[in-house]
């Protein structure tokens, strides 16, 4: 009898091991796991974020190919019905060209009249690129969640 007892115990720990581990990536609420590009995610009730972010992530995530040298200064990334990604990349001088380049074929040209969604506090210049989409919601509703990007030279 306390044979069956530890067998049983033995089989709960060793369920329970299994489930902790694989929990994150199978899209168990409130687990963690970590993308394949490192950045660390965690599971909620109606999808997952990721915060810190890796500069592979903010890539896969935006659709963008940004320079190598660029860093992640913050990033998140909120996936649920839709996703929103908001990062704050450095990027050297040196490949600051590139990066516009990059970002414009991407997203587009600067659209000026579209209010900012993140602080831009202590940034020189400020410009939102998003789809037209997006945009389009935008005017019917100033202060909707923005697909954007903000980028400042240097």
């Not at 902790?20 to 970590?34: H, L």
């Not at 109606?46 to 592979?56: Q, V, W």
């Not at 600051?96 to 506090?121: D, H, M, R, Y």
């Amino acid at each position: 009898m306390l044979g069956g007892i530890a067998l049983m115990l033995g089989s709960v720990a060793v369920a329970l091991a299994i489930l902790t581990q694989y929990a994150g990536a199978w899209g168990v609420p409130y687990f963690s796991f970590t993308t394949d590009r490192g950045s660390r995610c965690k599971n909620d009730l109606t999808g997952y974020t990721c915060s810190p972010m890796t500069l592979a992530d903010v890539e896969y995530f935006g659709d963008i190919d940004l320079p190598d040298d660029s860093s992640v200064v913050t990033g998140t990334y909120r996936s649920t019905h839709d996703y929103q990604l908001e990062a704050v990349i450095d990027v050297p001088g040196g490949s600051a060209a590139q990066a516009l380049t990059s970002l414009s074929e991407t997203f587009g040209q600067c659209i000026s009249e579209i209010p900012s969604p993140v602080s831009t506090k202590g940034m020189a210049d400020t410009c939102v690129m998003t789809n037209d989409e997006v945009y389009s919601d935008s005017r019917r509703a100033e202060q909707s969640a923005l697909l954007d990007r903000h980028w400042r030279p240097k």
